[in-house]
């Protein structure tokens, strides 16, 4: 069974940067699409973009350039960046195994709850 | 890029079945998949390419998808199986993935 876990700051400052990371067990991040969703208070899901071991990236365009997402294979872990964040960005973010257009997303961290907040 | 539009709400009687529909401009040519949220916890994948269920998922939870809507079906619904439910596919014309906004099943 493959367990993802995030882990990041849960509270970041307006115009700062947002940083989490996803730690994945059980699986290769080298296998796999490894994507993140974000869900803002009673709100629904939103994607934000998924990373492919081989680096390749697709991010939402809603989110207009503050989205990067990275890799370290050596850690078995993936991790996602938003700059000039705004209380607009609050949300609960998780990570999850994106396994492909026909399948959608299969695993699931517990998520972790980000606050813009001064 | 894809919209796919559901139902805010849906309500059922215990024992009774449950229709979610999630429409779309031609989404029965795009692979669905469902998920259902519960309170405080992550999405879990019930439904995945229009009518597949992953292990776990009970056989009263089913799928289909035609035309311009995919329907989620739960059958002899249960109290357990108040949730929010989400259909998703991927925009291949955009390449990106898109959710509908969710409808939260109330089981009276």
């Known amino acids: 069974q493959v367990h993802l876990q995030e882990s990041g700051p849960g509270l970041v400052k307006p115009s700062e940067t947002l940083s989490l990371t996803c730690i994945v067990s059980n699986e290769s991040i080298s296998s796999s699409y490894w994507t993140w969703i974000r869900q803002s208070p009673g709100k629904g899901l939103d994607w934000i973009g998924y990373i492919h071991y081989s680096g390749t990236t697709n991010y939402n365009?809603?989110?207009?350039?503050?989205?990067?997402?990275?890799?370290?294979?050596?850690?078995?872990?993936?991790?996602?960046?938003?700059?000039s964040v705004t209380p607009a960005d609050t949300?609960?973010?998780?990570?999850?195994?994106d396994a492909g257009s026909s399948w959608g997303f299969d695993f699931w961290?517990?998520?972790?709850?980000v606050?813009?907040?001064? | 890029s894809s919209v796919l539009t559901q139902p805010p709400s849906v309500s059922v009687a215990p024992g009774k079945t449950a229709t979610i529909p999630c429409g779309g401009d031609d989404i029965g040519s795009d692979s669905v998949h469902w998920y259902q949220q519960k309170?405080?916890?992550?999405?879990?994948?019930?439904?995945y390419y229009d009518s597949h269920r992953p292990s776990g998922t009970?056989?009263?939870?089913?799928?289909?998808?035609?035309?311009?809507?995919?329907t989620l079906t739960i059958s002899r619904?249960?109290?357990?199986?108040?949730?929010?439910?989400?259909?998703?596919?991927?925009?291949?014309?955009?390449?990106l993935w898109v959710f509908g906004g969710g409808t939260k099943l109330t089981v009276l």
């Open chain 1, 109 to 113: 961290g517990q998520g972790a709850q």
């Open chain 1, 61 to 83: 365009p809603s989110l207009k350039g503050r989205v990067s997402m990275s890799l370290d294979t050596s850690k078995n872990q993936f991790s996602l960046t938003l700059t």
């Open chain 2, 39 to 47: 309170p405080g916890q992550a999405p879990v994948l019930v439904i």
């Open chain 1, 115 to 118: 606050t813009v907040s001064s």
């Open chain 2, 77 to 95: 619904v249960e109290a357990g199986d108040e949730a929010d439910y989400y259909c998703q596919v991927w925009d291949s014309s955009s390449d």
């Open chain 1, 91 to 97: 949300a609960v973010y998780y990570c999850a195994r």
């Open chain 2, 58 to 70: 009970p056989e009263r939870i089913s799928g289909s998808n035609s035309g311009n809507t995919a």
